[in-house]
């Protein structure tokens, strides 16, 4: 059984890359072995993730993602269960925001702006998937 999760949230201080990089390499680190794929991108202060697996092990991350103290107003955005995977190629991929060409996110909303908290959750999953097909995530394992 598997599921997709999408949901976003605001980092608590200001982010810098290091930090991030911290918790892309725990993500990295930890998924494999729970069979969890997905995809984080984080812009102005905003969190953006899909994670992808067993139903009971995206379940149990997003609970201790949720209670981490780094982020908070963290919103379900999106949960399906679902036949396969889009993402299975990343244990964590990374959007490189600089390499979005800001069409892409004018597309979707008012502003060239990543505000998953002002469109549907749809809009934001079709913006992953543009994202995947341009080739702004990085970090294949
Ligand atoms: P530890 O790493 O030992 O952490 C113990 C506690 O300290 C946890 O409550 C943790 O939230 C907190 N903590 C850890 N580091 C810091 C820090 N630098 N500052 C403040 N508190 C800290 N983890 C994954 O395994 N996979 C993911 O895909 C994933 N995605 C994430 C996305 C976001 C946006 C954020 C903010 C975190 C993500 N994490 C992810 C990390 C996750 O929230 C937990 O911190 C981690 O899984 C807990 O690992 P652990 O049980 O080994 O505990």
């Keep these: ?22 918790i892309v390499r725990k993500s990295r680190g930890s998924n494999p072995a ?14 953006l993730q899909v994670l992808e697996g067993g139903r009971s ?3 149990r991350l997003y609970n201790r993602i949720a209670s981490d103290p780094r982020h908070t107003q963290v919103e379900l955005l999106c949960y399906e269960e679902i036949e396969e995977r889009r993402f299975a190629g990343w244990s964590m991929g990374q959007v490189d925001i ?3 060409n800001p069409a892409l996110l004018l597309k979707y909303s008012e502003k060239a702006l990543l505000d998953p908290y002002a ?23």
Excluded at 1 to 16: I, N, P, Q
Excluded at 37 to 42: D, S
Excluded at 133 to 140: E, F, K, N, P, Y
């Design 1 to 22: 059984m598997l599921v997709r999760l999408m949901y976003a949230s605001r980092a608590v201080t200001a982010f810098d890359q290091d930090q991030l990089a911290l």
């Design 34 to 47: 729970e069979g969890i794929t997905g995809v984080l991108c984080f812009s102005q202060g905003i969190f």
């Design 57 to 59: 092990a995206v379940n």
């Design 98 to 100: 600089a390499r979005l």
């Design 119 to 141: 469109v549907s959750g749809k809009v934001s999953m079709a913006l992953f998937e543009e994202m995947l097909a341009t080739a702004s995530i990085v970090g294949q394992p």
